[in-house]
């Protein structure tokens, strides 16, 4: 599925009342060079129309402060929104507060809107999919993921947006560094393939099959990952730890690796793999520890008959649920 960040969205995220999806769309957006231009004319409609507002009315000491205020509240809402972009405010915002000399001058030089597409995939529960983007990278999507992505990078990297789980092949570009954005966290390749793990509610994971990949949180390096090298991250605490680089490249295939995991983090995989909803009986059999390889390509009951063989648990299917007992 693809969207446009347009005026009407832009105008919506200014004034707050954007949803949580249409923020994650216009943020990425506004990392692109070119929503320089969409977004100053949005601004320069807005500022313009408030200046024909006060030119229209007596010039008073009150009247003049009541628009000030009111133009610095307005800035404020969207410097808080995104603060990198302070500067676009700012020149604008000082053009005005000049007067009409100002007005006069951001009328002449009024910028053209230029439109930068940005698109994204949103697998629900028991979909994966693949995505191709415009530099030659290849992105598997896992199920319950989302990715948000330009439709071309024209800026000096390659930014996008994941929530969710997939595997990368990214294209190799060393004057352009490819970043996957996770929340806080930063990834950050120039030619390598690496698989994120990245669910609201639970840790973080890069592991890199091939290449180098640097991981960030904010501002802080968290750590330099090479071939078999996985990084988890969890309540502020950073882990490394070594992974069979088959197994990363596996999961595009299907290949679920459990390592003395519980049947409660297999089952939630496997929740999202077949859209599906796993209860327990016993808490205690929910909590038991197994190290399997499942494949979620076969269907359920087989891959189910493979985890029971293993773990001593009977199960019933009835349509989506499915209960261990």
């Known amino acids: 599925m693809a969207n446009t960040v347009t005026k009407a969205l832009l105008e919506k995220y200014l004034d707050n009342r954007c949803t949580p999806e249409e923020v994650v769309l216009v943020e990425i957006y506004l990392q692109q060079p070119g929503s320089d231009a969409a977004?100053?004319?949005?601004?320069?409609?807005?500022?313009?129309?408030d200046m024909e507002l006060s030119m229209q009315a007596p010039e008073d000491e009150v009247q003049k402060a009541a628009w000030s205020a009111r133009?610095?509240?307005?800035?404020?809402?969207?410097?808080?929104?995104r603060?990198?972009?302070?500067?676009?405010?700012?020149?604008?915002?000082?053009?005005?507060?000049?007067?009409?000399?100002?007005?006069?001058?951001?009328?002449?030089?009024?910028?053209?809107?230029?439109s930068v597409a940005l698109l994204y995939k949103n697998n629900p529960q028991g979909q994966r999919a693949i995505i191709h983007l415009a530099d030659g990278s290849v992105i598997h999507l896992g199920a319950g993921s989302r990715l948000d992505y330009p439709e071309a990078?024209?800026?000096?990297?390659r930014e996008i947006s994941l929530t969710g789980e997939a595997y990368f092949e990214v294209a190799e570009d060393p004057a352009h560094p490819f970043v996957v954005r996770t929340g806080s966290v930063a990834t950050t390749v120039l030619g390598?393939?690496?698989?994120?793990?990245?669910?609201?509610g639970?840790?973080?994971?890069?592991?890199?099959a091939t290449g180098k990949v640097r991981v960030d949180y904010e501002e802080r390096e968290l750590a330099v990952l090479t071939p078999g090298k996985q990084m988890t991250w969890n309540s502020g605490n950073a882990q490394l730890a070594d992974v069979a680089v088959a197994d990363i490249?596996?999961?595009?295939?299907?290949?679920?690796?459990?390592?003395?995991?519980?049947?409660?983090?297999?089952?939630?995989?496997?929740?999202?793999?077949?859209?599906?909803?796993?209860?327990?009986?016993?808490?205690?059999?929910?909590?038991?520890?197994?190290?399997?390889?499942?494949?979620?390509?076969?269907?359920?009951?087989?891959?189910?008959?493979?985890?029971?063989?293993?773990?001593?648990?009977?199960?019933?299917?009835?349509?989506?649920?499915?209960?261990?007992?």
């Open 39 to 49: 977004l100053n004319a949005v601004l320069a409609s807005r500022l313009e129309a």
């Open 71 to 81: 133009m610095r509240s307005r800035m404020g809402r969207g410097a808080k929104i």
């Open 83 to 114: 603060p990198m972009g302070i500067w676009r405010y700012a020149a604008i915002g000082a053009a005005v507060l000049a007067g009409v000399g100002g007005f006069t001058l951001l009328r002449m030089h009024k910028p053209a809107t230029q």
């Open 153 to 157: 990078f024209t800026g000096e990297k």
């Open 192 to 200: 390598t393939s690496f698989k994120i793990s990245a669910f609201g």
């Open 202 to 208: 639970k840790p973080l994971s890069v592991a890199v």
């Open 249 to 325: 490249e596996g999961w595009q295939k299907g290949r679920l690796m459990f390592n003395s995991q519980s049947l409660q983090e297999v089952a939630a995989d496997l929740e999202r793999w077949y859209n599906v909803k796993i209860s327990f009986v016993s808490s205690e059999k929910a909590t038991a520890k197994i190290t399997v390889t499942l494949f979620g390509s076969a269907p359920l009951d087989k891959t189910l008959q493979t985890l029971a063989a293993g773990s001593g648990f009977s199960y019933k299917i009835n349509g989506r649920d499915v209960l261990i007992q």
